[in-house]
């Protein structure tokens, strides 16, 4: 029995996995239990950030593992405060929580919306319809989008939705009980769809007139995909808390929630906790990822980000069933006119990874480190699969 036909009979089937088993990586490639060679234009869906056996992370992380590789948050640990210190100098916040995954990130933050708003008695949220938060029960009800939902039951209560990128769908539901509007910035599994600055200012000036939280789910959109360090910083708003995990420490399990003083402040000892969050290996990760990243790598983004907008487009010229070039630096798709999944299927059979982002989208967000002939591969491959499209 090979590993996949195990894998069927013992993991639970709660994802659609192509037949190939990975075992190792290098830089931007990946290698299968037979040798065969992969590009990875897919990086985890951005959590690579480094790519695959950097020296400098692999070494970092077995120092750290051979020191201490968990205490309890009872604590402190110098590599979870030096991480905190970098993404506070380095942001407009002053505090950070600590956590595992994008989920839990995005349900510290919806707490931390609700502690503040009980001040006044307000509790309700308004997320954005096509949006992805994560599938606890909390980030699965602020995911606006009803499939992720079926067969649940009863939702987390207090949850509104409105139109993403339409101000007004805003103003429509808000009410006297609203406390906090949580958005992607940058909606990823919704099909990579760019939030209007335009639209942002409205809703930050709204939030500021009217006290409520703005909360950036920075997930997958921020740790330097666009080419700054936060999503944020692209666009030119700031929210006043951001949830970011997948890429942050390069591939270790890590989440984290941001925010000002004003808002943590709603945090009290007890109120919010995280056996695992920010523990040392994780942490001593996230501090590779982040000096990298202030080392030259958010150029790299800003720059190879430009020629793969570039070159998608050069495609779009050739293939009319392209409709559609989107995104901001590594965090970019294209839209097809038909469905992608049969396409992935064979650019993987030619050696490159690639992800959609809903049925008609493909998705290329690759590790950080890309460079101009990773990018040319890739193309090359991908121009050989439509071609017999
Ligand atoms: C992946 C993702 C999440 C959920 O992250 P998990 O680590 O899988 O819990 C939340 N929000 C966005 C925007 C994401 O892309």
Not at 49 to 59: A, F, I, Q, R
Not at 168 to 194: F, M, N, R, V, Y
Not at 249 to 271: E, V
Request: with cysteine; charged share 25%.
């Amino acid at each position: 029995m090979n590993t996949f036909e195990q894998g069927a009979k013992v993991v639970m089937n709660t994802y659609n996995r192509f037949p190939i088993t990975l075992e190792k990586g290098d830089g931007m490639y990946v290698y299968d239990d037979n040798g065969k060679k992969y590009l990875d234009f897919v990086a985890g869906i951005a959590v690579n950030s480094l790519g695959h056996n950097h020296k400098k992370l692999t070494k970092t992380i077995s120092e750290q593992a051979q020191k201490l590789i968990h205490c309890s948050n009872l604590y402190w640990t110098k590599p979870q405060v030096s991480l905190a210190a970098k993404l506070v100098e380095n942001s407009d916040f002053d505090k950070v929580f600590f956590c595992n995954s994008g989920a839990e990130a995005i349900e510290a933050s919806l707490k931390i919306s609700r502690k503040y708003g009980s001040k006044t008695g307000r509790y309700e949220i308004i997320t954005m319809k096509n949006s992805f938060h994560g599938r606890t029960f909390g980030a699965v009800t602020a995911t606006g989008q009803p499939h992720y939902q079926e067969g649940l039951g009863a939702l987390l209560p207090g949850i509104k939705y409105a139109e993403f990128n339409n101000f007004d769908s805003i103003t429509e539901i808000l009410s006297d009980k609203t406390c906090a509007i949580l958005l992607e910035p940058l909606q990823g599994e919704g099909g990579i769809h760019p939030a209007d600055i335009e639209y942002l200012k409205k809703i930050r000036k709204l939030c500021d007139e009217k006290d409520i939280v703005l909360i950036f789910d920075e997930v997958q959109c921020g740790v330097g995909r666009l080419g700054t360090l936060f999503a944020y910083q692209t666009f030119g708003v700031v929210p006043d808390a951001v949830c970011t995990a997948k890429g942050i420490a390069g591939g270790i399990p890590m989440g984290l929630m941001t925010a000002t003083q004003k808002l943590s402040d709603s945090f009290k000892p007890g109120d919010h906790a995280s056996t695992f969050g920010g523990n040392p290996l994780a942490a001593s990760a996230g501090n590779v990822v982040i000096d990298e990243l202030l080392d030259g790598l958010l150029d790299n983004v800003k720059k190879n980000g430009t020629y793969l907008t570039e070159k998608l487009n050069v495609l779009k010229e050739k293939y009319s069933i392209i409709t559609d070039v989107r995104g901001i630096g590594f965090m970019q798709g294209i839209e097809l006119s038909v469905p992608v999944a049969d396409i992935i299927k064979q650019t993987i059979e030619n050696g490159l990874l690639l992800v959609n982002a809903g049925k008609n989208v493909i998705r290329f967000v690759p590790s950080l480190i890309a460079e101009k002939e990773h990018i040319d591969e890739a193309m090359e491959i991908l121009d050989k699969v439509l071609s017999k499209h």
